[in-house]
């Protein structure tokens, strides 16, 4: 497990030429209203893991160092719960701010292809079956970044599949083609 994520302490120069990629954000302006409270990161619980908590991701962005929180990590293990914007005081829409930041980071070509590949396969799953289904989503993520590593699942998958916590897919509660609408939507 990484060293939980430490303060920024140097201040960024702003980096204005992401700005206009940041518009589309349309809460833009909200994440300055951001009080530091910590909230977010509190209710994360994949922030222990992060480099930047979502409290610092908020931060860099409103300070303008958008290229460094597009080389997160956190960006990419927000698993989009809500919690964070759920309890923020300010109304701040961090998990909408991760899954813009994840887009732009794939779309510059700054994200790693493990990371890619992470969010490729979340986005088709879902495309597919209209929410995930991990065990699917896992298997052709690994298929794409280290096929070798399914022979260590295979004990785990055993577990679970025993234990009736690995089944088929559950049926779709959203129409297929109001999700892909949704999704062509929010970039």
């Known amino acids: 497990m990484a060293e939980f994520a430490k303060d920024i302490e140097a201040p960024a120069s702003r ?32 922030a222990p893991l992060a480099d930047y908590t979502p409290r610092m991701i908020v931060n860099l962005v409103a300070r303008g160092d958008v290229k460094l929180a597009l080389q997160s990590k956190m960006i990419f ?9 759920t309890r923020c005081p300010k109304g701040i829409p961090v998990a909408d701010l991760m899954m813009k930041l994840r887009n732009l980071s794939i779309a510059a070509g700054i994200a790693d292809l493990e990371d890619r590949a992470s969010a490729e396969e979340f986005v088709k799953n879902v495309l597919k079956r209209g929410r995930v289904y991990e065990p699917e989503m896992m298997i052709r993520y690994a298929m794409r970044t280290s096929p070798l590593s399914l022979l260590s699942m295979r004990a785990a998958a055993l577990s679970l599949f025993k234990h009736g916590k690995l089944g088929l897919p559950a049926k779709s509660m959203t129409s297929l083609e109001d999700l892909k609408r949704k999704f062509k939507e929010g970039g």
């Open 15 to 46: 980096d204005s030429a992401w700005e206009p990629k940041l518009l589309g954000f349309k809460d833009l302006k909200l994440l300055r209203l951001c009080m530091q409270c910590g909230t977010c990161s509190g209710s994360c619980g994949v």
């Open 77 to 85: 293990l927000c698993t989009n719960c809500l919690a964070c914007t």
